[in-house]
T-cell receptor, first 114, second 109 residues
Framework: GAVVSQHPSWVICKSGTSVKIECRSLDFQATTMFWYRQFPKQSLMLMATSNEGSKATYEQGVEKDKFLINHASLTLSTLTVTSAHPEDSSFYIC??????????FGPGTRLTVL | DAKTTQPPSMDCAEGRAANLPCNHSTISGNEYVYWYRQIHSQGPQYIIHGLKNNETNEMASLIITEDRKSSTLILPHATLRDTAVYYCIAPTGANNLFFGTGTRLTVIP
């Protein structure tokens, strides 16, 4: 149980294009989902927290107009990187929480912007 | 999150117990201690969590000191697949997990 999937697992795109990443909780309902990114040899950094049906809360320094988050249902959240640039290349990881404290992580999406 | 301190790296021989320490001297009474690990190029994996009592599951044991200022994650029989970065986290309230630098555990054949 407690499986979280992400799609795609990797994506390469041209600079200036937008990329959508999906995060799904497969066997539980997630009231809260989180988006992280991880640059090489660094730890995970929280980007935003989203609750189903409401606007996401972004961490300081994360542009909400560049990283669009939609949490339309209790099992699906999407992150859209708009007008991606090479500096946005990173490992994007989502997690889903069924309740207090515990989070289950997706396998991550590696984004490379050329 | 309460600040946690972990050694940057540890080695462990395959088949032996791996004991990973964590200091969380500023932890408050209602903050749990969570352990996650991240194998290279994968998402973090939940291992175990606890509040006051020692905990054990199919993956590991968690020993928390009586004053709750430190804890130890124990992998009883380490395998090569346990090589990963292990994170000790004490989140507050809102489920936000702060991933510090963790401990890079290398299991040696």
């Amino acid at each position: 149980g407690a499986v979280v999937s992400q799609h795609p697992s990797w994506v390469i795109c041209k600079s200036g294009t937008s990329v959508k990443i999906e995060c799904r909780s497969l066997d539980f309902q997630a009231t809260t989902m989180f988006w992280y990114r991880q640059f090489p040899k660094q730890s995970l950094m929280l980007m935003a927290t989203s609750n189903e049906g409401s606007k996401a809360t972004y961490e300081q320094g994360v542009e909400k107009d560049k990283f669009l988050i939609n949490h339309a249902s209790l099992t699906l959240s999407t992150l859209t990187v708009t007008s991606a640039h090479p500096e946005d290349s990173s490992f994007y990881i989502c997690s889903a929480s069924p309740g207090q404290g515990q989070q289950f992580f997706g396998p991550g999406t590696r984004l490379t912007v050329l | 999150d309460a600040k946690t301190t972990q050694p940057p790296s540890m080695d462990c021989a395959e088949g032996r117990a791996a004991n990973l320490p964590c200091n969380h001297s500023t932890i408050s009474g209602n903050e749990y201690v969570y352990w996650y690990r991240q194998i290279h190029s994968q998402g973090p994996q939940y291992i175990i969590h606890g509040l006051k009592n020692n905990e054990t599951n199919e993956m590991a044991s968690l020993i928390i000191t009586e004053d709750r200022k430190s804890s130890t994650l124990i992998l009883p029989h380490a395998t090569l697949r346990d090589t990963a970065v292990y994170y000790c986290i004490a989140p507050t309230g809102a489920n936000n997990l702060f991933f510090g630098t963790g401990t890079r555990l290398t299991v040696i054949p």
